[in-house]
């Protein structure tokens, strides 16, 4: 098993910044791609971004890229999810997800996750 807590979610105005932590504990933490997923009222769960077990290998939506950076430190067993330029509609509950096996394409899938943690709020206003 693998526990998953985010963090760092809250109301921040259009165009500002967040932060988002996730902080795992179980199994030992390099052995899992992580992914970051959002969902929004009366939508389907997307992802956000992801990245592979060593870092060196991410993927990112469309709309995000330019704009979000996630990354992870093993010594921390916590994957972050830098967001910047923030939009209304990117006001969304956001997941932080493990999966055991990745790969670019299987990043953006969320059944391809195993393990999902209880997520967080991020509320972007106009």
């Known amino acids: 098993q693998v526990q998953l807590v985010e963090s760092g979610g809250g109301l921040v105005q259009a165009g500002g910044s967040l932060r988002l932590s996730c902080a795992a504990s179980g199994r030992t933490f390099s052995n899992y791609a992580m992914g970051w997923f959002r969902q929004a009222p009366g939508k389907e769960r997307g992802v956000v971004a992801s990245i592979n077990w060593s870092g060196r290998s991410t993927y990112y939506t469309d709309s995000v890229k330019g704009r979000v950076t996630i990354s992870r430190d093993n010594a921390k067993n916590t994957v972050y999810l830098q967001m910047n330029s923030l939009k209304p509609e990117e006001t969304a509950v956001y997941y932080c997800?493990?999966?055991?096996?990745?790969?670019?394409?299987?990043?953006?899938?969320?059944?391809?996750?195993?393990?999902w943690g209880q997520g967080t709020q991020v509320t972007v206003s106009s």
């Open positions: 997800a493990a999966a055991a096996d990745w790969t670019l394409y299987s990043a953006r899938y969320s059944y391809n996750y195993e393990y």
